[in-house]
Antibody, heavy 113, light 106 residues
Framework: EVRLVESGGGLVKPGGSLTLSCAAS????????MNWVRQAPGRGLEWVSS???????EYADSVRGRFVASRDDAKNSLYLHMNSLRVEDTAVYYC???????WGQGTLVTVSS | IVLTQSPATLSLSPGERATLSCRAS??????LAWYQQKPGQPPRLLIH???SRAPGIPARFSGSGSETDFTLTISSLEPEDYATYYC?????????FGGGTKVEIK
C-alpha cells in the first residue's frame, strides 16, 4: 500500500525558515519524481514543486529562489526547504507521487508574526 | 496556462447529472487531469489524460475534451460525490490548477 506522510509544519515568523519532510512507503521511491502542492486556508490548490533528481526539478514562480526541494532515496524521503517565508505561504502542504495519484494528508504551515 | 472552471458552484439533487467545465487559456492537448476533494481530505485523482479514469474510480465519472475545452461528467450523483472538483494541466511547467467547482446538494 502506498503511503505518504508529511511532517515539519508549524508556526513561523515572516522571513523565517522551515523544512518539510515527506516519508514514502509502498513503492520504489527512487524510480519516481515527486511533487509538492499547497492549499491556503479556504482556497484552491497550487502546485509548488516537482522533483525528479538533482538535475530535474521545477518550481512555481511564487516560490522559486526561496524554496528548494531535495530527496534522500536511501530514506525514501522528500523534503521542502522553505526560506524567506511570507504570510502568503500559509497553507497545508501536500506531497504527491509523480502522477499525482497518491497524496499525503498534508502538514500545515502558518507564517505569522 | 490559466485554467478557468465553471460554474463555481453547482447545486444538484442526488441522481442528477453533473457537468463541470474547464477551459484552458491555450491548448494543453489532452494533458489534463481532474481531482475530487472533500473537506479536510487531500485531493483524489479521478481522471488523467483528459478521459482516462484512475484505478478504482467509478464508471459514473467520465472526462472528455481536448485542446482548450474539457468536461467532467458525473452521470448520476451519489451522496459521496458532493465535493469540490479541480482540473489541472500537465502540458508544461508551471503546472496549474483551475479554481475549482463545488458540487453541493440542492
Amino acid at each position: 500500500e502506498v503511503r505518504l506522510v508529511e511532517s515539519g509544519g508549524g508556526l513561523v515568523k515572516p522571513g523565517g525558515s522551515l523544512t518539510l519532510s515527506c516519508a514514502a512507503s509502498g513503492f520504489i521511491f527512487s524510480n519516481y519524481a515527486m511533487n509538492w502542492v499547497r492549499q491556503a486556508p479556504g482556497r484552491g490548490l497550487e502546485w509548488v514543486s516537482s522533483f525528479g533528481s538533482s538535475s530535474s526539478h521545477e518550481y512555481a514562480d511564487s516560490v522559486r529562489g526561496r524554496f528548494v526541494a531535495s530527496r534522500d532515496d536511501a530514506k525514501n524521503s522528500l523534503y521542502l526547504h522553505m526560506n524567506s517565508l511570507r504570510v502568503e505561504d500559509t497553507a497545508v502542504y501536500y506531497c504527491a507521487t509523480q502522477g499525482f495519484d497518491y497524496w499525503g494528508q498534508g502538514t500545515l504551515v502558518t507564517v505569522s508574526s | 496556462i490559466v485554467l478557468t472552471q465553471s460554474p463555481a458552484t453547482l447545486s444538484l439533487s442526488p441522481g442528477e447529472r453533473a457537468t463541470l467545465s474547464c477551459r484552458a487559456s491555450q491548448s494543453v492537448s489532452t494533458f489534463l487531469a481532474w481531482y475530487q476533494q472533500k473537506p479536510g481530505q487531500p485531493p483524489r485523482l479521478l481522471i488523467h489524460d483528459a478521459s482516462s479514469r484512475a484505478p478504482g474510480i467509478p464508471a459514473r465519472f467520465s472526462g472528455s475534451g481536448s485542446e482548450t475545452d474539457f468536461t467532467l461528467t458525473i452521470s448520476s450523483l451519489e451522496p459521496e460525490d458532493y465535493a469540490t472538483y479541480y482540473c489541472q494541466h500537465r502540458l508544461n511547467w508551471p503546472l496549474t490548477f483551475g479554481g475549482g467547482t463545488k458540487v453541493e446538494i440542492k
